[in-house]
């Protein structure tokens, strides 16, 4: 676990200028965290959400781009509906959208 301060937090290891290191946190978290990977379905995938997320924030402070480039290629386009209108029960399409205007009153079909 790190900190990343002007000053140094109480027992902290310096890392470079402005970051931390936390071994008493780390220390005092890792039963819970090696608890949660072993019992939560999700926590793998939001650590490496956070640890991507992280990135991004870190290439933003330096104003650093990203490009990502799938190797595969554009897939398969999948149809979706515009909207989805739940009265009569459901249907889907732009012909069910009602008509609000001022002079006209919301159509019952």
């Known amino acids: 676990m790190f900190s990343v301060a002007d000053t140094a937090p ?5 890392v470079e200028k402005g970051v ?4 008493n946190l780390e220390r005092i978290s890792q039963p ?11 926590f793998m995938r939001l650590n490496d959400f956070a640890e991507a997320f992280s990135l991004l924030r870190w290439l933003r402070s330096k ?5 990502v480039i799938d190797m595969d290629g554009q897939g398969k386009a999948i149809t979706t509906p515009d909207r989805v209108v739940i009265g009569d029960g459901p249907g ?7 008509d609000v205007s001022e002079d006209s009153q919301i159509r019952q079909e």
């Open 92 to 98: 889907v399409g732009s012909d069910l959208i009602p």
């Open 10 to 14: 109480p027992g902290s290891e310096l």
């Open 63 to 67: 104003q650093t781009g990203v490009t």
């Open 20 to 23: 931390y290191r936390l071994p």
């Open 32 to 42: 819970l965290l090696d608890w949660l990977a072993v019992n939560h379905h999700d």
